[in-house]
T-cell receptor, first 119, second 113 residues
Framework: AQTVTQSQPEMSVQEAETVTLSCTYD???????LFWYKQPPSRQMILVIR??????QNATENRFSVNFQKAAKSFSLKISDSQLGDTAMYFC????????????????FGKGTKLSVKP | DSGVTQTPKHLITATGQRVTLRCSPR?????VYWYQQSLDQGLQFLIH???????AKGNILERFSAQQFPDLHSELNLSSLELGDSALYFC????????????FGPGTRLTVL
């Protein structure tokens, strides 16, 4: 069974600085997706960034980027130029590609990291 | 706004009761997923429906059941409720052939007293 581990329950960063959130996962599969979701105080789950395991290039979305190390099974999220609106819980998630083509897999989430951006 | 709607937003009920949570996926999405978020268990996958058929089950209790109707909306039925069932229940939808992105609804907050 796949597992996702986020070892940092809480982190804080000063506004405009850079912060990195850690995530490791365990799987025997070679083809899968990894995601970072953000959950602000409103509780809405928002996709931040996605990485396909067969792509070696790290995904980036504006101020958000990942460091994907497939051999180490590591998937960290870097937030640059942190903003107050980045304050939220961040969840790392794994999805198997098994069953792709009509039956997409469920997400397996880590426990989350609570990020506070301080002015 | 993700395009996924969930009703009701909040639900307060007593132990032993039965409730139904409703989810309408984004237009055109065939897959509906249900997740439970609780303090104890974190975010857990419950069940996945695709175009009316059950495709996968996760940590879903036997007291819980779900279905997806021909118009693709889905309902999650929770019966014989216990205090520990208090949680935020999310529905998410995704499109066949999309980049496997799941769009989450706003959730239903269930409180069992």
């Amino acid at each position: 069974a796949q597992t996702v581990t986020q070892s940092q329950p809480e982190m804080s960063v000063q506004e405009a600085e850079t912060v990195t959130l850690s995530c490791t996962y365990d799987t025997s599969e070679s083809n899968y997706y990894l995601f970072w979701y953000k959950q602000p105080p409103s509780r809405q789950m928002i996709l931040v960034i996605r990485q396909e395991a067969y792509k070696q290039q790290n995904a980036t979305e504006n101020r958000f980027s990942v460091n994907f190390q497939k051999a180490a099974k590591s998937f960290s999220l870097k937030i640059s130029d942190s903003q107050l609106g980045d304050t939220a819980m961040y969840f790392c998630a794994f999805m198997s590609r098994a069953g792709y083509g009509g039956s997409q897999g469920n997400l397996i989430f880590g426990k989350g990291t609570k990020l506070s951006v301080k002015p | 706004d993700s395009g996924v709607t969930q009703t009701p937003k909040h639900l307060i009920t007593a132990t032993g009761q039965r409730v139904t949570l409703r989810c309408s996926p984004r237009s055109g999405d065939l897959s509906v997923y249900w997740y439970q978020q609780s303090l104890d268990q974190g975010l857990q996958f419950l069940i996945h429906y695709y175009n009316g058929e059950e495709r996968a089950k996760g940590n879903i209790l036997e007291r819980f059941s779900a279905q997806q109707f021909p118009d693709l909306h889905s309902e999650l039925n929770l019966s014989s409720l216990e205090l520990g069932d208090s949680a935020l229940y999310f529905c998410a939808s995704s499109a066949r052939g999309a980049y496997n992105e799941q769009f989450f609804g706003p959730g239903t907050r269930l409180t069992v007293l």
